[in-house]
T-cell receptor, first 114, second 115 residues
Framework: NAGVTQTPKFRVLKTGQSMTLLCAQDMNHEYMYWYRQDPGMGLRLIHYSVGEGTTAKGEVPDGYNVSRLKKQNFLLGLESAAPSQTSVYFC?????????????FGQGTRLTVV | AQSVTQLDSQVPVFEEAPVELRCNYSSSVSVYLFWYVQYPNQGLQLLLKYLSGSTLVKGINGFEAEFNKSQTSFHLRKPSVHISDTAEYFCAVSPLGNRDDKIIFGKGTRLHILP
């Protein structure tokens, strides 16, 4: 029962470094999302995808890029990390338009940029 | 566009007392509504959801919520809280029948259970 798996769980980056967060889901879901969670700000949508090969911007896309080359994976990239990107990142997936239901979340990635 | 307002950032309540966490939303189209719970250092898990039908929705752990279309509200209630309910609670909305399938979350309400 893997569900949604995020890799890594923790990471410390230096300002200017790059990294990729991986989200993998084994539920054959069409829709996938990346959120960031900051104290007092709730979850804010960074980017999302409604199917393999598609991506779209959310509320706070600046400084991030994403790719959905395979249906089960959704990658979030930081090309040049900044301290403002220190946050907890959550990935989520959802079946799709034909079967509306809730989103399923990963356990999060805690990223610190120093 | 949709938005969600959770009116209280923190709610303290005594153990075994009732609690209501308030959620109001704004949308130009019909929406699905959700409440999620996040326990410390964990991901989010679904408490309950409103998709259609009865406006009173029952969820896990004794929680329930009532959808009020005229007031655009989806308040979460529990008649008697337990120390294990200490967590952060998020209200979320998603538009119906729309390819642009974003899920928008409120800022969360932290529930503190007092002994």
């Amino acid at each position: 029962n893997a569900g949604v798996t995020q890799t890594p769980k923790f990471r410390v980056l230096k300002t200017g470094q790059s990294m990729t967060l991986l989200c993998a889901q084994d539920m054959n879901h069409e829709y996938m999302y990346w959120y960031r969670q900051d104290p007092g700000m709730g979850l804010r949508l960074i980017h999302y995808s409604v199917g393999e090969g598609t991506t779209a911007k959310g509320e706070v896309p600046d400084g991030y890029n994403v790719s959905r080359l395979k249906k089960q994976n959704f990658l979030l990239g930081l090309e040049s990390a900044a301290p403002s990107q220190t946050s907890v990142y959550f990935c989520a997936s959802r079946p799709g338009q034909e079967r509306y239901t809730e989103a399923f979340f990963g356990q999060g990635t805690r990223l610190t940029v120093v | 566009a949709q938005s969600v307002t959770q009116l209280d950032s923190q709610v303290p309540v005594f153990e075994e007392a009732p609690v209501e966490l308030r959620c109001n939303y704004s949308s130009s189209v019909s929406v699905y509504l959700f409440w999620y719970v996040q326990y410390p250092n964990q991901g989010l898990q679904l408490l309950l959801k409103y998709l259609s039908g009865s406006t009173l929705v029952k969820g896990i752990n004794g929680f329930e919520a009532e959808f009020n279309k005229s007031q655009t509200s989806f308040h979460l209630r529990k008649p008697s809280v337990h120390i294990s309910d200490t967590a952060e609670y998020f209200c979320a909305v998603s538009p119906l029948g729309n390819r642009d399938d974003k899920i928008i979350f409120g800022k969360g309400t932290r529930l503190h259970i007092l002994p």
